[in-house]
C-alpha cells in the first residue's frame, strides 16, 4: 500500500534563510553557491551541505527553471473528474502513471479528482478525457483550459512565516496565456537545441561550479549554459530560475483550490485583486459548466484549514461575496516537474509520439496531504 509524507520538517534560521532565497533569487552565474553564501554571510560549504540535507530530507525537490510553456508551444490544461469514493485511489493511480500529467490530487468535493497536464498537441487532452470517462466509477470529466491567467508565483517565504511570497502581477503573469500558445508568432515559438533544453531543465548538481558539470554532461559550454539562462529568464520564457519545493515538507499541509463564481463583467477586476494577495500562489479563469458553476480559481497554501479558510474568507471580500465552493487536498497523487526536452521532441516526431504513455517521476504514490502516514 502507498504511503503518505512524513510530517514537516524541522528547520532551523539558517535553513529557513537559504530555502527563501533559493526560491525567490538565485544567482545565474558561475558559482552561485558562493554569492548566495555571500548574501547570507556563511560560507559556500555550508550552502551545499544544507542544501544536500534538505534535498535528501525532501524539502526542496529540485533547482531549476519554471519555463512559460506557451513561449514552446506547449499547451496545459486541467481536468477535473468525478469518480466513486470506492474508486477513487484506483483512478488517481491510474492517470497519474500518464507521461503528460504533472499534477494529480483528490479533492474534497463531489468532483473529487483534479489533474494537470501540459503537451505539444491538442488530442493528447482529448485522449485523456476520453480514457478517464472509460474508467470504471468515473461519471464525468471536464477539460478546464486557462481562459485568462492573473497569477502564477509559487514562493514560501519562510523567514516570513506566512504563505506564497508575494509577487509583482506584472512578474507573476509575463502578460500571456499559457493556454494559448497558438498566439505567439513563430519568432516567439523559436525551436529550441533539445540538448541545450534537457540541460537547462536538470537538477542543478551540488558543486561549487554547478554549470561546468551540466556542460560537461551535456557536451555543451558553460558560458552557453548560463548565458541562455539569463537571457530566458529576462525575456519570459523561464518564469523563475530557483528551487522548486515541498510545500508539505516545508509545514504548508493545507492547500485549498477556491473557486468562485464571478459575473463576467467583473473577472478582470477580481482576479486582479485576488492576485495581489500573498497567500495566492496561483489565480485563473477557467470555464464554468452546470456541475461546477465557478470561474475564478485561486490556489491557497498554509500551516493548517482553520488558516486557509482565514484566508478565502478575506479573499471572498474581494469577489463581493460570490458563491464559491473550497476543495481543500486530500490526497496527492502525483507532483512532478515538466519535462520540456522530451515534449518538443515528441511534437518533432511521428504523430503518434504525443500520447498518454505512462512513465515515471513526481511522488510516485498517493500521499496525504496534511502531513499524516
Known sequence: MAQGVSGPAELSDQDRSIVSLIQASFPLV??????IATRLGTSE?????RLASLRKAGSIRKIGPV????????????????????????????????????????????????????????QVFEEAQARALAMPGVSGVWRLPAVRRFKVAVRFDLTRGTGPDVE????????????????????????????LLAALETDLPLRPEPFSVLALDYG???????????????????????ALVSHLRLGFVANAMTAWQVPADRVEEVGAALALSSHVSHCYERPAFPEFPFNLYAMVHERSRERCMAVVEELSGRCGDSPRAVLFSTSEFKKSSPRYAELLAERLGPPQGASLRTGTGGTGAKQSTDGRR
Not at 485511489?89 to 497519474?96: H, L, M, N
Not at 509583482?168 to 540538448?195: C, F, H, K, Q, Y
Not at 555543451?220 to 529568464?233: F, G, K, M, V
Open 45 to 49: 560549504e555550508t550552502v551545499l551541505d
Open 220 to 242: 555543451l559550454d558553460e558560458a552557453r549554459i548560463i548565458s541562455t539562462l539569463q537571457r530566458w529568464t529576462a525575456d519570459g520564457r523561464i518564469r523563475r530560475y530557483g
Open 168 to 195: 509583482s502581477p506584472a512578474a507573476a503573469t509575463n502578460g500571456m496565456d499559457d493556454a494559448s500558445p497558438a498566439v505567439l508568432s513563430s519568432s516567439a515559438r523559436e525551436e529550441p537545441d533539445l540538448r
Open 30 to 35: 558561475r558559482r552561485p553557491f558562493e554569492a
Open 67 to 122: 519555463f512559460e510553456p506557451a513561449r514552446f508551444g506547449i499547451s496545459s490544461e486541467l481536468i477535473a473528474v468525478q469518480v466513486s469514493p470506492a474508486e477513487l485511489d484506483r483512478v488517481g493511480e491510474a492517470v497519474s502513471l500518464w507521461r503528460p500529467v504533472t499534477h494529480c490530487y483528490a479533492r474534497s468535493h463531489p468532483i473529487n479528482l483534479w489533474l494537470a497536464a501540459l503537451s505539444a498537441g491538442e
